[in-house]
Every structure is written in structure tokens, then in C-alpha cells.
């Protein structure tokens, strides 16, 4: 390809909208553009790039015996209506009419419309196990697109499912998507952390998300470096500080005038605020919530909403929790069944003889012990890890850094069969619903990623497995001599079918190394007065800071060592 006739132009200047590393590189490489908030079209170079990560994805998903399908984009509503998303999706699924009147909505995954296929498809056992898998667009109507190609609305994604007889032979095949998974990322050149994930909207008894470890992610993770220990915060779990269990005291109500948080309550006290018990209320919908969790310890809002199963969970607001007949600021778990459903973390039973809210304005009681003077409705974790908390494995300390996902991996089991009434035979003449998994990766999120991890302060740096093109030839100067050797070598290079742009553009050199650098592709070969006069074509790796010079009959040679 020439650069001269190359749709797309590199940018000077970084975009004002363009917060992230890969967002600016991206653009100003000509890779892509915004046509509106979290839609981008893929210019020529960027396109090559995304086609070279479909290509791995379906050589990874091939070689576990994957079958490439395509499902449509538009979704008839009442499939999502089964699964009971099309109302816990929320505001991200974009739902329509036709001029029939009839409900649609645009897909945000496929879950649904596979399983639908699946259960007209399959009747016997003897049709299990298989793996299908589409690359295809989806839409979700994000709240705030950021970062470019990292969270987008309009975007390409990699979804896989996986159908089994049984819970076995899905954990059997699970390890097999883990590894292709981990061959992907790595053939793309991401370096990735896998860690434990929540299922989410999902659903599904386990999930593992794979994260290229960047500040500027959304996720925030839980490592422990001692055993490895690695999950999601929304879903990670740590080691509670184990309180000395004393002999059950009387509720004593005492006075604590104008103390409503736990740092005041506990100082005014001369309690630590583990000995203390939290209250915090949420509205998940339309119902009131009360969560009592022990002082030292936040609510993790994402275990919260799942424990309850609500789609929509929000801090209520003081006049709700009045309303109920609750006193805000000192509001108490003694006394409150009726007036809002009572949710407990499990440290309210590490420790007894807690202080708590009176339900009286300026009063705290002393002394509040879980069963024997208050019940719930739900006792579980739902505690927030924080940094430097045990790891609840080994008990070595946590630590948090930032990620963005990659890839999230599930095993649904057999939510979706069972609402769809996806069913099979098994040998036995017994009807049994299919067993489900499911495999995701972003495609473009993927191109950002290697893009954050891969790049200088002069542009990107490609992968060679992924690179828009392999060699990026230049020539310098407007002699005949240089011109010839140039087209020559173009010709020949492209003869012998290497991907090759050539920058045949009446441009300074400034221009051409800048443009070069910008757009990342691996390796450079550089024509010139000074390199013929010396021998040969310049040769540089992308990576390298020194060059080269290579005698013209070696060219081929010496680039095909460099690019392997």
C-alpha cells in the first residue's frame, strides 16, 4: 500500500477529547474516528488491525472445536422478557418498535437468541457437547463512553457458548477456553492477570475476567502476592479481623448527642469501631433496606445488589428512611422487621456486645448482640475489600491496583435453558435442560489494550502478529536513484508477500520518521542518498533505538530473521 493513496491522515496535535493513552494513539496514527459518543468507525490501518485479532480469535476457537455462526443484531423483546433482562438490563439495552408495533430491542450479547436456536437444534445427547461462536456488533447505550475503544456503545465482540449434558463435562471443557483465552491474549501481545470475577447480569455459577492491569481501567482488583490470590473487588473476599468473643451484656441505652457517624460514636464511646455496628439504607426499587455491617467494615455494593437481585440499587435518602419510621443517624436493627428488609454482613457474628443506634435522636444503645436481640432477612458477605486486608487463603495482605477486562469467561449452567426450555434426551429416555457456558472478548477493547501496554513517547508499537502492515519502507529525497531502488525493493517485497506500506509522499524526513513512529508497525526500511552511499537500506526494528545498514540482496533475509 502506498501512503500517499492511504485513507485516513495522521493528527499533530493530541485531541482535546482523547483522555487515554491509547485514545490519542489511535486517532492521531489515523486508526479510527468518532462519528458520536461511543461510536467509532475503523479506518484502513485500524481495520487491518482489528481483522488480524478476529483471525487469532477464530485459529484459538477453531483448535477447541469451535464452530463459527452468526446471529442477528436485532433481538424480538420477548426472548429477553423470558430471561426476565429485558427488565433487569436497565437503561443499556436499547429497545424499539417496528411498523408492526411489535417490541424489539438491539443486542447486547446473545445469550438468549442461541439458547432460543439451541432448544429448536438439539434433541439428544448424542448432539452434546458442541461450541459455537460469532464475531459480531453489538450496542449497549452506556451511560458515559470514555477512553476511545475501551468503553464504547457501538462495539465488536467475540461471544462463544458452550453446550453439555452436565455440570462435569462444562467444567471439563471450561480449562480448554481458559488456555485458548490466555493463547489469544498473548498472541496479540496483552499481557493479561486472570482473576476472579462476579457473573453480573450474566448469571452462572463461576466467571473469570482477564485484565490488562493499567491505572487508567475502570476495574478495580484484589491481588495477593504471597499465593496468587487475584479477584475482581466486586466479587473478592478477604479474611475478617476476628473479634474476642466477651460475655453477653444488658442493652444499655446511653446518650450521644449530635454523634452520627462511627468515628464519632466510637471515640465518644471508647470503643474501637469494630465494636460498633454500622447502618446503612438502600432503595432496591421500591423497597427500603437496611444493612447492618460491623463499623471497620464498607458495604460492597455490587455483592448488595446481587445477594438481593436487584437490577437498580441506590443510597436512600433521609427523608425514605424517616418515612419508615427510622431515625437517621442513629438508626437501630433492634426492632426494625416490617419497616424495611434487613440485611446483615456475616462480621456482625465475629464479636458481640456492639454498639448501635437507639432509633432515638442523640441515643446509642451498648451491648447489642445478633441473634439474641435482632434478627434479618439475609445474613451474607457482602463486605467491600479494602488494601492491606488479609487474604483470606494464606493471610498475606491484600493489595489493590486497576485492570481493564479483556475477556470474562462464565459457566451459566442452566439459567437460559431452563427459561427457554432448552431441553435434551439423555440415554436413559430422561429430559434433561442444557448446560450452558459462555466466552467473551472485545475486539476493539483488545486493540486499545495492546495499544496502553505497547507504545513510546513517539506512538505505538505493534506486535508483529498484529501490525496493520510488517514493514514500513521510506524513501528519502527526490533523486531518481533513490525513487528506483525504493520501487524496486516495494515491488519485490510485496512479491514475495510481505505486507508493506510504502511512504512514497513528497514529505520531509521529519514528516516521514514522525508518521513512522506514530503508526507503530514493526519494522522500518529507510532508502536514502546516505544509505545507498553506504551500501544498502536502513533497517530498523520499531523497538530498537539504533539502525542498520543491510546490502539491498540481503534485505529479505535480514527482514525475515527480524520479524520472526
Not at 468473643?245 to 464519632?264: L, Q
Not at 463486605?383 to 485492570?403: N, S
Request: aromatic fraction near 8%; charge should be negative.
Amino acid at each position: 500500500m502506498r501512503l500517499s493513496k492511504l485513507f485516513g491522515s495522521t493528527l499533530r496535535e493530541v485531541p482535546a477529547e482523547a483522555e487515554m493513552t491509547s485514545h490519542q494513539l489511535l486517532l492521531r496514527a489515523g486508526m479510527i474516528r468518532q462519528l458520536a459518543a461511543g461510536i467509532y468507525s475503523y479506518l484502513p490501518l485500524g481495520w487491518r488491525v482489528l481483522r488480524k485479532i478476529e483471525d487469532i480469535l477464530r485459529e484459538e476457537m477453531n483448535a477447541i472445536g469451535g464452530q463459527e455462526m452468526r446471529m442477528p443484531s436485532v433481538h424480538p423483546a420477548e426472548l429477553w422478557q423470558k430471561t426476565g433482562r429485558y427488565f433487569e438490563a436497565g437503561p443499556v439495552l436499547v429497545r424499539f418498535r417496528d411498523r408492526s408495533q411489535r417490541e424489539l430491542v438491539l443486542g447486547i450479547t446473545h445469550e438468549e437468541v442461541i439458547t432460543d436456536l439451541a432448544r429448536r437444534e438439539i434433541n439428544s445427547y448424542r448432539q452434546l457437547p458442541f461450541t459455537v461462536y460469532q464475531i459480531q456488533t453489538k450496542f449497549r447505550d452506556e451511560p458515559r463512553s470514555r477512553g476511545g475503544l475501551v468503553r464504547v456503545r457501538e462495539f465488536t465482540m467475540k461471544d462463544g457458548y458452550s453446550f453439555h449434558a452436565d455440570l462435569a463435562d462444562l467444567d471439563a471443557y471450561y480449562p480448554k477456553v481458559y488456555q485458548a483465552y490466555l493463547s489469544i491474549f498473548q498472541r496479540c501481545g496483552a499481557d493479561v492477570l486472570v482473576v476472579e470475577a462476579d457473573p453480573g447480569l450474566m448469571g452462572g455459577a463461576a466467571s473469570h475476567e482477564f485484565m490488562l492491569i493499567n491505572e487508567a481501567g475502570e476495574d478495580t482488583l484484589i491481588i495477593c502476592d504471597s499465593c496468587g490470590y487475584a479477584a475482581n473487588a466486586d466479587s473478592a473476599v478477604a479474611k475478617r479481623k476476628e473479634l474476642r468473643k466477651e460475655e453477653e451484656r444488658s442493652v444499655e441505652e446511653v446518650a450521644t448527642p449530635g454523634m452520627t457517624t462511627i468515628e464519632e460514636v466510637a471515640s465518644y464511646l471508647g470503643v474501637a469501631p469494630e465494636r460498633t455496628l454500622k447502618a446503612i439504607f438502600y432503595m432496591a426499587g421500591d423497597e427500603l433496606v437496611f444493612v447492618t455491617i460491623r463499623g471497620d467494615l464498607e458495604v460492597n455494593e455490587t455483592k448488595m445488589a446481587n445477594l438481593l437481585g436487584a437490577a437498580e440499587l441506590r443510597l436512600a435518602l433521609e427523608e425514605e428512611v424517616a418515612g419508615a419510621g427510622i431515625v437517621p443517624g442513629y438508626a437501630s436493627p433492634i426492632g426494625q422487621q416490617g419497616k424495611a428488609r434487613i440485611v446483615a454482613d456475616e462480621s456482625i457474628t465475629s464479636g458481640n456486645n456492639f454498639v448501635a443506634g437507639a432509633n432515638k435522636e442523640g441515643h446509642h444503645l451498648r451491648n447489642v448482640n445478633y441473634p439474641r436481640d435482632f434478627g434479618v432477612d439475609l445474613l451474607s458477605d457482602i463486605a467491600a475489600v479494602q488494601e492491606g486486608d488479609p487474604c483470606a487463603r494464606c493471610g498475606g495482605k491484600l493489595r489493590t491496583t486497576r485492570g481493564i477486562e479483556l475477556g470474562h469467561i462464565f459457566k451459566l449452567g442452566i439459567k437460559y435453558s431452563e427459561a427457554f426450555g432448552a431441553t435434551f434426551l439423555d440415554s436413559e429416555g430422561q429430559s434433561l435442560p442444557l448446560v450452558m457456558g459462555c466466552y467473551g472478548i472485545g475486539t476493539g477493547r483488545l486493540m486499545a489494550a495492546v495499544v496502553e501496554q505497547s507504545h513510546d513517547e513517539r506512538g505505538i508499537i505493534w506486535p508483529v502478529s498484529i501490525a496493520p502492515y510488517h514493514i514500513h519502507l521510506i524513501a528519502l529525497g527526490n533523486s531518481p536513484q533513490v525513487g528506483d531502488h525504493a520501487e524496486s525493493l516495494y515491488r519485490e517485497m510485496q512479491a514475495k508477500g510481505y505486507e508493506i506500506l510504502y511512504d512514497d509522499r513528497d514529505e520531509s524526513p521529519g514528516v516521514k520518521f514522525n508518521d513512522a513512529d506514530l503508526i507503530g508497525i514493526p519494522l522500518r526500511l529507510t532508502v536514502s542518498p546516505r544509505s545507498l552511499q553506504a551500501g544498502g537500506v536502513e533497517l530498523k526494528l520499531r523497538r530498537a533505538k539504533e539502525h542498520e545498514i543491510v546490502p539491498l540482496g540481503a534485505v529479505d533475509h535480514a527482514v525475515q530473521e527480524l520479524l520472526s
